[in-house]
């Protein structure tokens, strides 16, 4: 019923073609963020991510896609298989390349199969787009498969039905629960809570310096080059790679994603000091890229957390990712939340380890997202409720 193609560039599709296959609050899969990827050549020849997406037609009409990548290695990918593959070529068995389903770098969760949310032929489009998926992994001889961030309904299909091993991580996401405004949203949280965040918002604003939060059209010349700067002292201050390049700052994100960009900045005498950015999209946020030139107390949970938070319940946005890893989230008022993945193996022996070891991984993720959620800022069965949790003091 579907044709298969396979490209390496999105550049031969229609953006609204692509698009209409992406969920409205998803900036990382629109086809804007994936092609300015490849024109900034942040993906491609010599990136480590080579892009070879699969697409089903129908009387030559999109109707289904999946962002695909043939890697050399694991990096930019968030849901680490380093283990694997140390374990694979320590027993003599290649591990790369490999392929990788994913937006590159960027560890938020998403649609990977994508398909139109109101297509009547959804199953038989994925059927085929899997098919496409291990066609390439035969073709290639890779060793191995990997769904990143995908969703659990994909995953569970990916699981029952292609015999996929599922993965489960955990991040930190804020979600609106009807707040009319951030003071609103304060009067969810315990008393200690409470008071830690109006005490760490006091100390970022006694550093003098002026702090906003403004879309990327309103930002100036100045702003948009801090931006880059800002991600290059993250990626710098810990030994991570700069897979972003100056062009996707200063030509890609500016003009093609700019509509997207949501920026804090601290600034002092006009000009930045501290700032991050973030993706808007729908009614979602997604914080990426923090940095700072000067140590100020609490700024950046007042550049990260509370300022977008603020900014959330102002413009109706209903959830909040503020990026990988960072337990001192929970504090802050971002509880812990699944992320889900799938992987298959073609090595039997690799496979029957990493099987039994996801296994236990995902009774351990299950009970620590349990224990961490104990410990959430919020108000404990009624809004009267401000007792404190054992060694809360220490948390």
Same mark, same amino acid.
């Given at each position: 019923?579907?044709?298969?193609?396979?490209?390496?560039?999105?550049?031969?599709?229609?953006?609204?073609?692509?698009?209409?296959?992406?969920?409205?609050?998803?900036?990382?899969?629109?086809?804007?963020?994936?092609?300015?990827?490849?024109?900034?050549?942040?993906?491609?020849?010599?990136?480590?991510?080579?892009?070879?997406?699969?697409?089903?037609?129908?009387?030559?009409?999109?109707?289904?896609?999946?962002?695909?990548?043939?890697?050399?290695?694991?990096?930019?990918?968030?849901?680490?298989?380093?283990?694997?593959?140390?374990?694979?070529?320590?027993?003599?068995?290649?591990?790369?390349?490999?392929?990788?389903?994913?937006?590159?770098?960027?560890?938020?969760?998403?649609?990977?199969? =994508? +398909?139109?949310?109101?297509?009547?032929?959804? &199953?038989?489009?994925? $059927?085929?787009? @899997?098919? #496409?998926?291990?066609?390439?992994?035969?073709?290639?001889?890779?060793?191995?498969?990997?769904?990143?961030?995908?969703?659990?309904?994909?995953?569970?299909?990916?699981?029952?039905?292609?015999?996929?091993?599922?993965?489960?991580?955990?991040?930190?996401?804020?979600?609106?629960?009807?707040?009319?405004?951030?003071?609103?949203?304060?009067?969810?949280?315990?008393?200690?809570?409470?008071?830690?965040?109006?005490?760490?918002?006091?100390?970022?604003?006694?550093?003098?310096?002026?702090?906003?939060?403004?879309?990327?059209?309103?930002?100036?010349?100045?702003?948009?080059?801090?931006?880059?700067?800002?991600?290059?002292?993250?990626?710098?201050?810990?030994?991570?790679?700069?897979?972003?390049?100056?062009?996707?700052?200063?030509?890609?994100?500016?003009?093609? =994603? +700019?509509?997207?960009?949501?920026?804090?900045? &601290?600034?002092?005498? $006009?000009?930045? @000091?501290? #700032?991050?950015?973030?993706?808007?999209?729908?009614?979602?946020?997604?914080?990426?890229?923090?940095?700072?030139?000067?140590?100020?107390?609490?700024?950046?949970?007042?550049?990260?957390?509370?300022?977008?938070?603020?900014?959330?319940?102002?413009?109706?946005?209903?959830?909040?990712?503020?990026?990988?890893?960072?337990?001192?989230?929970?504090?802050?008022?971002?509880?812990?939340?699944?992320?889900?993945?799938?992987?298959?193996?073609?090595?039997?022996?690799?496979?029957?380890?990493?099987?039994?070891?996801?296994?236990?991984?995902?009774?351990?993720?299950?009970?620590?997202?349990?224990?961490?959620?104990?410990?959430?800022?919020?108000?404990?069965?009624?809004?009267?409720?401000?007792?404190?949790?054992?060694?809360?003091?220490?948390?």
């Amino acid at each position: 019923m579907y044709e298969l193609r396979f490209a390496d560039s999105l550049a031969g599709i229609h953006a609204s073609d692509w698009n209409a296959l992406v969920d409205p609050n998803d900036p990382f899969t629109d086809y804007r963020f994936l092609r300015a990827l490849e024109t900034s050549a942040c993906v491609g020849p010599h990136t480590g991510w080579l892009p070879n997406y699969v697409l089903a037609y129908a009387e030559d009409r999109l109707r289904g896609a999946i962002p695909l990548y043939i890697k050399g290695d694991s990096y930019g990918e968030f849901i680490f298989d380093w283990a694997w593959a140390d374990a694979a070529m320590a027993n003599g068995i290649s591990y790369y390349p490999k392929l990788v389903v994913a937006v590159p770098f960027t560890p938020a969760a998403g649609n990977r199969i =994508l +398909v139109g949310a109101e297509d009547d032929s959804r &199953a038989e489009i994925i $059927d085929a787009l @899997v098919g #496409g998926v291990m066609q390439v992994a035969e073709e290639q001889s890779v060793s191995s498969l990997h769904f990143l961030f995908c969703r659990e309904d994909e995953q569970k299909v990916l699981s029952e039905k292609f015999d996929l091993m599922p993965r489960l991580t955990h991040q930190f996401h804020w979600d609106d629960q009807g707040y009319q405004s951030f003071d609103d949203y304060l009067g969810a949280l315990r008393n200690s809570a409470r008071k830690n965040v109006r005490r760490e918002r006091k100390k970022a604003a006694a550093s003098g310096l002026k702090i906003e939060i403004l879309s990327g059209r309103e930002l100036s010349d100045i702003q948009w080059r801090a931006l880059y700067t800002f991600y290059l002292d993250t990626t710098g201050r810990k030994w991570g790679s700069a897979y972003l390049n100056e062009r996707f700052f200063a030509r890609e994100l500016r003009e093609g =994603l +700019v509509d997207n960009v949501v920026a804090t900045f &601290a600034s002092r005498d $006009d000009t930045p @000091v501290a #700032g991050a950015l973030f993706f808007r999209k729908g009614k979602h946020l997604y914080g990426r890229y923090w940095g700072t030139l000067e140590s100020h107390d609490a700024l950046h949970f007042e550049l990260c957390y509370y300022l977008p938070i603020e900014y959330c319940i102002a413009e109706g946005l209903r959830h909040y990712e503020a990026g990988a890893q960072g337990a001192h989230k929970l504090r802050r008022g971002m509880m812990p939340c699944p992320t889900y993945s799938a992987h298959w193996l073609r090595h039997p022996g690799l496979r029957g380890a990493v099987d039994h070891y996801l296994d236990g991984e995902r009774d351990a993720i299950g009970e620590e997202m349990k224990y961490l959620g104990g410990y959430g800022p919020f108000k404990r069965e009624g809004k009267g409720s401000d007792s404190k949790r054992p060694n809360e003091e220490n948390g």
